[in-house]
T-cell receptor, first 115, second 110 residues
Framework: EADIYQTPRYLVIGTGKKITLECSQTMGHDKMYWYQQDPGMELHLIHYSYGVNSTEKGDLSSESTVSRIRTEHFPLTLESARPSHTSQYLC??????????????FGPGTRLTVL | RKEVEQDPGPFNVPEGATVAFNCTYSNSASQSFFWYRQDCRKEPKLLMSVYSSGNEDGRFTAQLNRASQYISLLIRDSKLSDSATYLCVVNLFGNEKLTFGTGTRLTIIP
């Protein structure tokens, strides 16, 4: 089993609130990722990081921001949640090295509903 | 056109049957390919990597056709526990990012 954790698992919140989705891994992986997935749809990469103090935007534009102050943590923040942010957010990590050899391990996800 | 394209299904297949999925990708220079499995309301998990020469893992066989830019997954002697969504995943540009297909939904019927 992968040692990657996400909290909360479910979050229902009102419009305009600031939220932080937590992601942590204990595998010592340098690379971490955030994906967004709507029901029945593909995963879209919204943020990734190659290591501490490295963050990049993914392929899908997102109003969220991320930080990578420690190797094991990669939190995602929404300053002002809106109903359009309702989705499932999946965090993943992988080892350094050749991209083609690196399995991405996923956390269980956070289901966010913004009312 | 999507960069990684799959037939979304659903495929409803009787237990014990053989089922095959295909997936096409847009970039001919793509280097690495994977099949992930995602159970309902769960996270994706790696099923198998896809190698140029084709590879097999038990009842599962993956193949790559670079000329036609598609990969395939074959499941033999299907079990009820094979019911899931199968995601075609491609490292399109040789960097750290993976591109996921929409997934093909498979239901094995007793």
């Amino acid at each position: 089993e992968a040692d990657i954790y996400q909290t909360p698992r479910y979050l229902v919140i009102g419009t305009g609130k600031k939220i932080t989705l937590e992601c942590s891994q204990t595998m010592g992986h340098d690379k971490m990722y955030w994906y967004q997935q709507d029901p029945g749809m593909e995963l879209h990469l919204i943020h990734y990081s190659y290591g501490v103090n490295s963050t990049e935007k993914g392929d899908l534009s997102s109003e969220s921001t991320v930080s990578r102050i420690r190797t094991e943590h990669f939190p995602l923040t929404l300053e002002s949640a809106r109903p359009s942010h309702t989705s499932q957010y999946l965090c993943a990590s992988s080892e350094s090295g050749l991209a083609e050899n690196n399995e991405q391990f996923f956390g269980p996800g956070t289901r966010l509903t913004v009312l | 056109r999507k960069e990684v394209e799959q037939d979304p299904g659903p495929f409803n297949v009787p237990e014990g049957a053989t089922v095959a999925f295909n997936c096409t990708y847009s970039n001919s220079a793509s280097q690495s390919f994977f099949w992930y499995r995602q159970d309902c309301r769960k996270e994706p998990k790696l099923l198998m990597s896809v190698y140029s020469s084709g590879n097999e893992d038990g009842r599962f066989t993956a193949q790559l056709n670079r000329a036609s830019q598609y990969i395939s997954l074959l499941i033999r002697d299907s079990k009820l526990s094979d019911s899931a969504t199968y995601l075609c995943v491609v490292n399109l540009f040789g960097n750290e990012k993976l591109t996921f297909g929409t997934g093909t939904r498979l239901t094995i019927i007793p």
